[in-house]
């Protein structure tokens, strides 16, 4: 099992661009997430989905659009980069929920100039 | 308001000896409470889950305890390795289904 896989590792774009950052799992989880992390600042949910064609907004989804048409895929796209959205973004799955271990990717550092 | 705090401080103790790391919360009735461990440059990975009927839960080195009166859980690592030094963050599971993350203790063991 290749676990949870995220590209890119690194990602530098300029502001009002646009990109997606792609995530899969081959655990046939339910349960998939996006988080950022800032320095100083614990790990803040953008969207989360319970299964394949259900999605849902986070504590910080201003700015992100996430769909989920398969298990394994679950991509988040920047629609027009602030340089608010500088930071570390961690995909996340489980078999069901919240209530479960958390598998997180290697995540992508992401700069906005 | 809702609160989670761990060590501010990055802890720096003597290879050997238990390392305690402590999580703090308020305003919070969590179900239950998980322990990751993050690398530089990596993903959290998941340590322990305690839930809220449990006093005390064990894997290997590792201890964790959750006192809901205090609304406290320490972690705590016995007979450290330097390969045990790391970023650990403590996640509450709150009433509404999410997972609340603290901004983790850095921990740093000396051989």
């Known amino acids: 099992n290749a676990g949870v896989t995220q590209t890119p590792k690194f990602q530098v774009l300029k502001t009002g661009q646009s990109m997606t950052l792609q995530c899969a799992q081959d655990?046939?989880?339910?349960?998939m997430s996006w988080y950022r992390q800032d320095p100083g600042m614990g790990l803040r949910l953008i969207h989360y989905?319970?299964?394949?064609?259900?999605?849902d907004q986070g504590e910080v989804p201003n700015g992100y659009n996430v769909s989920r048409s398969t298990t394994e895929d679950f991509p988040l796209r920047l629609l027009s980069a602030a340089p608010s959205q500088t930071s570390v973004y961690f995909c996340?799955?489980?078999?069901?929920?919240?209530?479960?271990?958390?598998?997180f990717g290697p995540g992508t550092r992401l700069t906005v100039t | 308001s809702q609160k989670i705090e761990q060590n501010s401080e990055a802890l720096n103790i003597q290879e050997g000896k238990t390392a305690t790391l402590t999580c703090n919360y308020t305003?919070?009735?969590?179900?239950?409470l998980q322990w990751y461990r993050q690398d530089p440059g990596r993903g959290p990975v998941f340590l322990l889950l305690?839930?809220?009927?449990?006093k005390e839960k064990r894997k290997e080195r590792l201890k964790v305890t959750f006192d809901t009166t205090l609304k406290q859980s320490l972690f705590h690592i016995t007979a450290s390795q330097p390969a045990d030094s790391a970023t650990y963050l403590c996640?509450?599971?709150?009433?509404?289904?999410?997972?609340?993350f603290g901004q983790g203790t850095e921990l740093s063991v000396k051989p």
């Open positions: 655990m046939n989880h339910e349960y």
């Open positions: 996640v509450l599971y709150n009433q509404g289904g999410k997972l609340i």
């Open positions: 305690i839930r809220e009927n449990e």
């Open positions: 305003n919070y009735s969590p179900a239950y």
């Open positions: 989905s319970v299964g394949a064609g259900i999605t």
């Open positions: 996340a799955s489980s078999k069901t929920g919240t209530d479960y271990e958390q598998y």
